[in-house]
């Protein structure tokens, strides 16, 4: 008998340990199921302020670059007009075209990037999420890489260019360069 009360003691044990466990599990995929949409949903929220603000940060260096390649390509413009040699000049104003184009599609593909990971369904997995975050990181990398492409050939090319126009047009008025570059 008492083999019969204690078999029973532990079928009901065990049955209670097995509801309990099961109950438990359900309970920890409803919290995680909600967590990972706040996650999502806030995730979603950030990268929707980031789009706007690398658009309009894109906005400002393309206009920025823009506008010193324009004053390159006048600048060469009156030097040809003054018989000065302008290769150097228009060599500088080829290559921050083509740093800006890099810039310009490295860019947009990290906002496309961005665009894409914004878009993820939350119901999906948390590793989708991921993963388009991590994509994202290493677009911005890529765009980090190019935004100093461009700073690079304007301050080595494009500066060494003009002070060496500067300077003919100094020798030329018969001044100093000395003078007018000092730091």
């Given amino acids: 008998m008492k083999k019969i009360i204690t078999s029973g003691i532990i079928a009901i044990a065990l049955a209670f340990v097995s509801l309990v466990s099961f109950s438990s599990s359900t309970y920890a995929q409803t919290v995680t199921k909600t967590e990972q949409e706040q996650r999502c ?3 979603q929220t950030n990268l929707s302020t980031l789009i706007t603000d690398v658009t309009a940060t894109k906005t400002v260096h393309s206009d920025v670059y823009t506008g010193i390649k324009t004053k390159i390509d006048t600048i060469i413009t009156t030097a040809k007009s003054a018989g000065y040699d302008t290769a150097d000049l228009a060599a500088a ?3 921050i075209q083509t740093a800006m ?4 599609a490295k860019s947009t593909a990290y906002t496309t990037s961005l665009t894409t990971t ?3 369904d939350c119901d999906e997995s948390d590793t989708a999420l991921t993963a388009g975050i ?3 990181r290493a677009d911005l ?3 980090r890489t190019s935004t100093l492409a461009v ?3 304007i301050k080595n090319d494009a500066i060494t260019a003009l002070k060496d126009y500067a300077a003919w047009l100094a020798l030329k ?3 100093s360069t000395e003078e007018g570059t000092e730091q």
Avoid at 101 to 104: C, G, K
């Fill in 173 to 175: 008025a018969g001044t």
């Fill in 93 to 95: 104003s080829t290559k």
């Fill in 41 to 43: 949903s806030l995730a």
């Fill in 134 to 136: 991590v994509k994202n």
């Fill in 118 to 120: 914004k878009n993820l």
């Fill in 151 to 153: 700073r690079t050939v």
């Fill in 101 to 104: 184009t890099q810039y310009e």
């Fill in 141 to 143: 990398v890529s765009v």
